[in-house]
């Protein structure tokens, strides 16, 4: 057995780039930067609705990752809770156009 082979995000994750969600796990200033970041998509409008899945994939980040930005959303009311099921809920924002 051989040693494992390093992917490209191993080589990059080991050159000291990391991702704003791997810097979230370190950094509470980064993970507020990524509700912001959110935060602001949904002042400009670009959701009509949200789960956690399209936050995930938008912004390239784990589903529980986006789970969780999605409650700190909800707890400052800036979305609400549309249609709540435990596998994938539906949020929308509560800015009216």
Same mark, same amino acid.
């Not at 200033?29 to 935060?39: G, I, P, Q």
């Not at 994939?57 to 707890?75: G, P």
């Given at each position: 057995? &051989?040693? @494992?082979?390093?992917?490209? +995000?191993?080589?990059?994750?080991?050159? &000291?780039?990391?991702?704003? +969600?791997?810097?979230?796990?370190?950094? /509470?200033?980064?993970?507020?930067?990524?509700?912001? @970041?959110?935060?602001?998509?949904?002042?400009?409008?670009?959701?009509?609705?949200?789960?956690?899945?399209?936050?995930?994939?938008?912004?390239?980040?784990?589903? /529980?990752?986006?789970?969780?930005?999605?409650?700190?959303?909800?707890?400052?009311? #800036?979305?609400?809770?549309?249609? &709540? &099921? @435990? @596998? #994938?809920?539906?949020?929308?924002?509560?800015?009216?156009?």
């Amino acid at each position: 057995m &051989g040693k @494992r082979k390093k992917n490209e +995000v191993d080589n990059y994750v080991s050159k &000291g780039n990391r991702s704003i +969600v791997k810097q979230a796990l370190y950094d /509470s200033h980064a993970a507020d930067e990524l509700v912001n @970041r959110v935060r602001k998509d949904l002042k400009r409008g670009q959701f009509s609705y949200l789960t956690p899945y399209l936050v995930s994939e938008k912004y390239s980040i784990s589903i /529980s990752t986006a789970k969780k930005i999605l409650r700190v959303l909800l707890n400052e009311n #800036a979305i609400r809770v549309f249609s &709540g &099921g @435990r @596998r #994938a809920p539906l949020y929308v924002p509560t800015t009216s156009k």
